[in-house]
């Protein structure tokens, strides 16, 4: 079956620097995506990654390995409006978004 | 950027009675639509995926004919929960995609409520 695993819940500080991961079994991959979601609120895109590598977009990076079947996203000077649930998705080979459960951070002034 | 609206944002209905959901895609053409349910401290959960001019395709264990879905133009889909109970009671979310584009564009979500 597809499976995609993240941590449940992570807790961080103001200003620091905090490391979701994400591993994943698809049947096929077609990339791999990080959203942001408030509590409420609908998903927004932070990031997508197909090749291995990191991808660097301000505040946020995202890695990619493929033969690792492993994900993270990284987030800088942690602010406390960072504080969301964190949903690492996979297209599959369907181009099918596989949805993992997400992890909430919460930011500790 | 690419804009999914959503309406309503949120509905209080009595059960027994349809409710229906819409999802635009403001600044672009939608040629695929997903619709989504979450539940509460959940995950997304895939219910259909509808193309346009075409029959929606539902995830295993979505009745469809309870969640009717029609994708009519390339700029609207709708959801229409028919006969609705307390426990179809959630967060109904859609999002578009247009043509090969890898994203997809969230709308900013229903909340459903069954009373």
């Known amino acids: 079956g597809q499976n995609i695993d993240q941590p449940t819940e992570m807790t961080a500080t103001e200003g620091a620097i905090v490391q979701i991961n994400c591993t994943y079994q698809?049947?096929?991959?077609?990339?791999l995506f990080w959203y942001q979601q408030h509590a409420g609120e609908a998903p927004t895109f932070l990031s997508y990654?197909?090749l291995d590598g990191l991808e660097e977009k301000g505040r946020f990076s995202s890695f990619l390995s493929r033969s690792k079947g492993y994900s993270y996203l990284l987030l800088k000077e942690l602010q406390m409006k960072d504080s969301a649930s964190y949903l690492c998705?996979?297209?599959?080979?369907?181009?099918?978004?596989?949805w993992g459960a997400g992890t909430k951070l919460i930011i500790k002034p | 950027g690419a804009v999914v609206s959503q309406h309503p944002s949120r509905v209080i209905c009595k059960s027994g009675t349809s409710v229906k959901i819409e999802c635009r895609s403001l600044?672009?053409?939608?040629?695929?639509m997903f619709w989504y349910r979450q539940f509460p401290k959940k995950s997304l959960m895939l219910m259909a995926t509808?193309?346009?001019?075409?029959?929606?395709?539902?995830e295993q264990g979505v009745e469809k004919d309870k969640f009717l879905i029609n994708h009519a133009s390339l700029t609207l889909s709708t959801l229409t929960v028919t006969s609705a109970h307390p426990e179809d009671s959630s967060f109904y979310i859609c999002?578009?995609?247009?043509?090969?584009?890898?994203?997809?564009?969230f709308g900013p979500g229903t909340r459903l409520t069954v009373t």
């Open positions: 509808s193309n346009e001019g075409s029959k929606a395709t539902y």
């Open positions: 698809t049947s096929g991959f077609n990339g």
């Open positions: 600044d672009f053409q939608a040629t695929t």
């Open positions: 999002s578009a995609r247009e043509g090969a584009d890898y994203e997809q564009y």
């Open positions: 998705a996979v297209m599959d080979s369907n181009y099918q978004l596989i």
């Open positions: 990654n197909v």
